[in-house]
């Protein structure tokens, strides 16, 4: 039965479709009209608001309740700049390059200038001899890298040779530092 | 002359009311005080998780704060939060869609739970208990809905918004929010029908 129907015909009642339409705010003149004179259609609309009342009611109160135990540093927290995941990667990473060059540029010079390193002068306090306590701690160092990279790793295949993984090994320094 | 002045006093209206709303903006307090728990209760009935709607309105909030500057005032601070919140929902249904699914098994609404907030005015004993099963059995038939039309919903019965406001939240046509509401009130007095 559509709106026109219900119209013409006093005792005929809404249509749901026509009380749906009242409940949306789209609701001709005619349903209106119908609506404010006729209690049965009025009661069936009442009963539907009060359901959607008391859901209403309880789920606010639920809500507000709810809303009260959550912590109030959360958001606080939230507002204070952090470091994101991504970004201490990206830190990380840059870190370890500047450290592979570092280590890359001074086992070059350590190679290129070996008898300045054996003729630093024996002054403890001298800057050769800092520059040659540097350039211990470097190469010490640099034996600490080499000891990890010779330990066996398998490749992503499982097909180990450690032959060639010690060959390669001794090779890659530089290449790394390049990286 | 005379045009001039009602001119400034067409304007004045408006430009308070984006300036209070901006006001409430610019204080992250007034603003998790006045939207949070109505927020909180839009998500968590739209999603049906309650673990997962804290999540997001949280993150409702801290976006809106955070792009304060690009609130224009053509609509109300509700109306543009609501809009944030449909797509940071949207958003997790797309991601992570299997998860959100499983999650919301897992952490769904309790009902009862929520049914035990039933107003106080309802005086008898009987008048409580009808008005938790009414709670009840509604918040069960919008876990049958849609998305679309749970949310719809949820903005016009709940939120109390008009059609316009919930077509610029929602950002869809208003006769497809019409749509949605007709099927959604269909299905939900259709099932209340069938309980009762």
């Not at chain 1, 003149?29 to 004179?37: E, F, G, N, Q, T």
């Amino acid at each position: 039965m559509n709106m026109k129907d219900s119209a013409v015909i006093p005792h005929s009642h809404l249509s749901d479709d026509e009380l749906d339409e009242i409940l949306i705010g789209i609701a001709t003149d005619d349903a209106s009209a119908h609506l404010a004179h006729c209690t049965s259609c009025g009661q069936r609309l009442a009963a539907f608001q009060s359901q959607l009342d008391a859901f209403n009611h309880a789920t606010m109160a639920w809500s507000e309740a709810r809303a009260n135990s959550i912590s109030r540093d959360l958001l606080a927290h939230k507002l204070t700049p952090r470091v994101t995941l991504k970004a201490a990667w990206s830190s990380a990473a840059v870190a370890v390059l500047a450290l592979a060059f570092a280590v890359g540029g001074r086992h070059y010079a350590s190679e290129t200038a070996p008898m300045e390193t054996a003729q630093a002068p024996s002054a403890a306090s001298s800057p050769d001899d800092v520059r040659q306590h540097e350039i211990d701690s470097d190469n010490a160092m640099l034996a600490a890298i080499d000891d990890e990279i010779v330990t066996p790793q398998p490749d992503r295949f499982g097909l180990y040779e450690p032959a060639k993984a010690s060959t390669h090994v001794s090779q890659s320094i530089p290449e790394q530092a390049r990286d | 002359m005379t045009t001039n002045t009602s001119a400034c006093i067409a304007l004045e209206w408006p430009l308070t009311s984006k300036g209070r709303a901006i006001g409430e903006l610019e204080d992250i307090d007034t603003l998790v005080k006045t939207y949070r728990s109505r927020l909180l209760r839009f998500v968590t009935f739209s999603t049906g998780d309650p673990d997962l709607a804290e999540t997001i309105t949280q993150d409702c909030l801290l976006k809106a704060y955070n792009a304060r500057e690009s609130f224009r005032g053509d609509s109300s601070i509700n109306t543009w939060l609501t809009s944030i919140a449909v797509n940071l929902i949207r958003d997790h249904q797309r991601t992570q869609k299997f998860k959100f699914w499983k999650q919301a098994k897992a952490s769904a609404v309790d009902v009862t739970d929520v049914a035990s907030f039933i107003a106080s005015e309802h005086s008898t004993p009987e008048a409580q208990l009808i008005a938790k099963q009414q709670v009840a059995r509604l918040s069960g038939i919008l876990d049958t809905l849609s998305l679309n039309q749970r949310t719809v919903f949820l903005m016009k019965f709940s939120d109390e918004m008009d059609l316009a406001d919930i077509s610029e939240a929602m950002n869809m046509p208003i006769n497809t929010v019409k749509t949605h509401l007709h099927r959604a009130l269909k299905a939900v007095r259709s099932q209340l029908g069938a309980q009762s």
